[in-house]
């Protein structure tokens, strides 16, 4: 047994460790806001957050979460920058296909909560590993931007 806290509650996984942490909030959790894209950490729409870090689910084992805290889209809302994300991607129509935003809101929010007054520069940096197939990007930057004004 795997113990965690998944998204505020104390959680058992009767999984493998070596089970990565996506197919385990998919597969075991039935959390599916979580996407699968490349299986190898490059693109980012696995992301979640452990101990508030975006972190690659595709990539990292079930066993190297026991006794942290993963938030996942489905809850990120019950903080503050992960709510004031997702009002102003809202706002400001970021998704097209929307099959990335899950992992890039999960970024996003992460941003926000260690730095409330982000530049382009930063937003860039912490976005880097978060692709966008739409090329959302523009948008996606603006929403992070009004994000911040909301939590000034």
Known sequence: MIKLNLN???????????MPLLWALRD????????????MALCGACTVQVDGQPTRACVTP???????????????????????VQEAW????????GYCQSGQIMAASALL???????DADIDTAMSGNLCRCA?????RAAIHEAARSLA
Request: hydrophobic letters at 35%.
């Open 113 to 119: 909560s260690g730095n409330r007054n982000p530049s």
């Open 90 to 97: 809202r706002k400001l129509d970021v998704v097209q296909c």
């Open 8 to 18: 505020g509650k104390d959680h058992e996984f009767d999984a493998p460790g070596e």
């Open 136 to 140: 959302t990007y523009v948008r996606i």
């Open 62 to 84: 079930l066993a190297a979460v026991a006794g942290k805290q993963v938030v996942t889209i489905e809850a990120i809302a019950a903080q503050p920058a992960g709510k004031a």
């Open 28 to 39: 075991v959790a039935g959390l599916t806001g979580t996407k699968y894209g490349c299986g």
